[in-house]
T-cell receptor, first 109, second 115 residues
Framework: AQRVTQPEKLLSVFKGAPVELKCNYSYSGSPELFWYVQYSRQRLQLLLRHISRESIKGFTADLNKGETSFHLKKPFAQEEDSAMYYC???????????FGKGMKLTVNP | NAGVTQTPKFQVLKTGQSMTLQCAQDMNHNSMYWYRQDPGMGLRLIYY???????DKGEVPNGYNVSRLNKREFSLRLESAAPSQTSVYFC??????????????FGPGTRLTVL
């Protein structure tokens, strides 16, 4: 069965510090991995997906199939990065997503 | 272009009451979804619809029914509400074969409390 694990529920850092939000998955096939973000009073929205290999708002994430991980990283956190972050997985070719339980990032001034 | 809209935004029910949550999208997407979001549980898929006229169960379908009225609209019905259904409900849509490449677009949510 597909499963997404975000081992930490909360992360609090100071502005300018590096952040890493961990995501591990279990799936035997070829997964598609996503990071979604929910800012306060806003809708859940896509942040980035592994297939695009892009950097959005300074965030990057690399799919590591050996470690079955898709950690989200940013070298210098900003206060506006404070939000709930969800890692999600879809089975290759499937439109359904399996979400992790989410992690709340707080960036303090 | 409103994207995904949901009504109502808030609702309080008594145990045993019924209600329907409405969702509509104006992006011409084929696929639509209903999720519930609970603290510490993340988002869990209740039902989804790959196209007009088709629906399928997700991870937590018990206590819910859905109806894909047309391509735009996907409703979620609670026939006999229970306190365990207190949650925030999100509707989403996607166009798997389109340029957005399976990105799901979410509505603003409905906060439901069952007393």
């Amino acid at each position: 069965a597909q499963r997404v694990t975000q081992p930490e529920k909360l992360l609090s850092v100071f502005k300018g510090a590096p952040v890493e939000l961990k995501c591990n998955y279990s799936y035997s096939g070829s997964p598609e991995l996503f990071w979604y973000v929910q800012y306060s009073r806003q809708r859940l929205q896509l942040l980035l997906r592994h297939i695009s290999r892009e950097s959005i708002k300074g965030f990057t994430a690399d799919l590591n199939k050996g470690e079955t991980s898709f950690h989200l990283k940013k070298p210098f956190a900003q206060e506006e990065d404070s939000a709930m972050y969800y890692c999600a997985l879809s089975q290759g070719g499937s439109e359904k997503l399996v979400f992790g339980k989410g992690m709340k990032l707080t960036v303090n001034p | 272009n409103a994207g995904v809209t949901q009504t109502p935004k808030f609702q309080v029910l008594k145990t045993g009451q019924s209600m329907t949550l409405q969702c509509a999208q104006d992006m011409n997407h084929n696929s639509m979804y209903w999720y519930r979001q609970d603290p510490g549980m993340g988002l869990r898929l209740i039902y989804y619809s790959a196209s007009e006229g088709t629906t399928d169960k997700g991870e937590v379908p018990n206590g819910y029914n859905v109806s894909r009225l047309n391509k735009r609209e996907f409703s979620l019905r609670l026939e006999s509400a229970a306190p365990s259904q207190t949650s925030v409900y999100f509707c989403a849509s996607s166009d798997p074969g389109g340029s957005s490449y399976n990105e799901q677009f979410f509505g603003p949510g409905t906060r439901l409390t069952v007393l």
